[in-house]
């Protein structure tokens, strides 16, 4: 969407929700986030002023997920349970003809590098590995009977593990949109195959916590954001995945590059997490690399079929070597 | 023949002006596409000075793995012929060959020459740091 359109959606919905017609300024689309469009706005009305980001798809008649559709009902169960996250505000309605949320702004940034390596961010870097285990140990403890609400995310089938859902998902997704061969992700599907867990805990799973997907400033996470992967499985499959190896955006440690794994395990169950299984956290590890791989197959595709023609969407396709290679030392690691 | 600049010079001229002028006069959205399109000109000229090394260099480790066959004489068939043997080196893995023994540590010494040669194009930073050598 075009600013304008933005602005005059704005004004006329946060108007019937408020009273005041408000004046909008310092709106500005940001960058990232690749599935949907995300715009920073002030909002003034009535006295009140509002730092609001407007969240919204990228294109209306587009398939949305569930946890798409479920952002705002996914933030305002994570805030209940304790997690650090952005408030929402307001769920969308027809006002656009995408679907849309807004929150509240939070100060900070997201950029994963820039945490790593920003020598004003040495105090944030201690504190942020012990924050981001307690925050994921309380989103894993959201109920479904708590949030009957949230039972329209993904979960795995009756008698079906999450390992396997998981699996038949991005294999379905690779196996669709890859215009390539990858015999490395051939290796990796046959060893995930073989080394499948079950575990019998069914809990709500981020699906996409990293370092990326979250706020920071110099006093630590601000907010943890990007909740459109979210679905039911093993909670261990949110803790390998912050350990990827795209994710360390270069840090020398495994948990978001700052981190060893067992000081974030010990925090993660300090925090009232259940007991981490270190086996299943590799498995879901080696998983990560290759659901990162086919996501930047399918991010790539949506170049090629004309959905998203951005220099971004194109490049990411050259990302694909990397989780290979990783996929490779960790298959290695693992042996037969 | 094309007179000078060469493709290198030109594209290190494109590069130059995304750098110099985009990024460095840019915020925000249009300020990060000029960097990813910085990166992709630098990958291209990456890409432009090692791929008959590299497509050949492939081609001989799929030898190994899958036997002898002849190269085809123009660069701009080999790509295809690659895909193919890599899609046959696909299935042989998906049927179980590579899941132990021998063929498994040909598939996995061929396939990290390959995707470092890859990696030497898209990310010779992440290449540098190498891991197991092989």
């Not at chain 1, 704005?10 to 408020?18: D, M, P, S, Y």
């Not at chain 1, 981001?132 to 959201?142: E, P, V």
Request: aromatic content about 8%.
């Amino acid at each position: 969407m075009d600013a304008a359109t933005v602005e005059a959606g704005l004004k006329k919905f946060i108007g019937e929700r408020t009273g005041h017609e408000p004046v909008i300024t310092n709106l500005a689309r940001l960058s990232g986030g690749a599935g949907r469009e995300t715009w920073t706005f002030d909002a003034d009305y009535g006295g009140t002023h509002l730092e609001g980001i407007f969240r919204c798809d990228p294109v209306a008649g587009v398939e949305t997920s569930a946890a798409r559709t479920l952002e705002y009902q996914l933030l305002k169960a994570a805030m209940g349970a304790g997690a650090i996250v952005p408030e929402p505000l307001w769920d969308g309605d027809d006002t656009f003809p995408v679907k849309f949320f807004i929150m509240r702004r939070v100060p900070g940034e997201a950029l994963g590098g820039r945490l790593i390596r920003g020598e004003q961010y040495a105090r944030a870097r201690e504190v942020i590995p012990g924050q981001l285990a307690s925050s994921l140990a309380r989103i894993h403890s959201i109920s479904a009977a708590e949030h009957p609400e949230l039972l329209q995310l993904t979960a795995p089938a009756e008698g079906v593990s999450p390992a396997q859902t998981e699996l038949d998902n991005y294999e379905g997704v690779f196996r669709t949109l890859s215009p390539d061969p990858h015999p490395v992700f051939e290796l990796a599907f046959r060893w995930l195959r073989a080394h499948m867990p079950n575990p019998p805990e069914r809990v709500l799973v981020h699906g996409d916590y990293r370092l990326g997907n979250f706020m920071y400033d110099e006093t630590g996470v601000r907010g943890i954001i990007d909740w459109e992967l979210a679905h039911w499985g093993d909670p261990m499959e949110d803790i390998g995945w912050l350990a990827v190896k795209s994710w360390r955006f270069g840090g020398q440690k495994p948990m978001a590059g700052i981190q060893d794994y067992e000081a974030f395990f010990r925090d993660y169950e300090a925090a009232g997490g259940s007991p981490v299984d270190p086996a299943r956290v590799h498995f879901w590890e080696l998983f990560g690399n290759l659901k990162w791989g086919v996501i930047t197959i399918s991010q790539a595709f949506n170049y090629f079929s004309g959905r998203n023609r951005t220099v971004e969407m194109a490049s990411i396709g050259r990302r694909t070597a990397e989780t290979e290679w990783e996929l490779l030392k960790l298959l290695e690691e693992a042996g037969d | 023949m094309q007179d000078r600049p060469t493709i290198d010079e030109l594209l290190e001229a494109v590069a130059g002006y995304l750098r110099d002028d985009v990024m460095a006069n840019t915020q925000g959205r249009t300020n990060f596409h000029g960097r990813v399109a910085m990166n992709a000109i630098e990958m291209i000229r990456r890409e432009i000075a090692t791929q008959e090394e590299h497509l050949g260099r492939e081609w001989d480790s799929l030898d190994h793995v899958l036997g002898i066959q002849p190269m085809p004489p123009h660069l701009s068939e080999v790509r295809e012929a690659l895909t193919a043997r890599n899609r046959e080196l696909s299935e042989r893995i998906r049927a179980g060959d590579a899941d132990s023994g021998d063929f498994r540590k040909v598939v996995m010494n061929h396939l990290w020459w390959t995707v470092r040669d890859k990696l030497l194009v898209s990310n010779p930073a992440l290449a540098a740091e190498g891991h197991v050598t092989h």
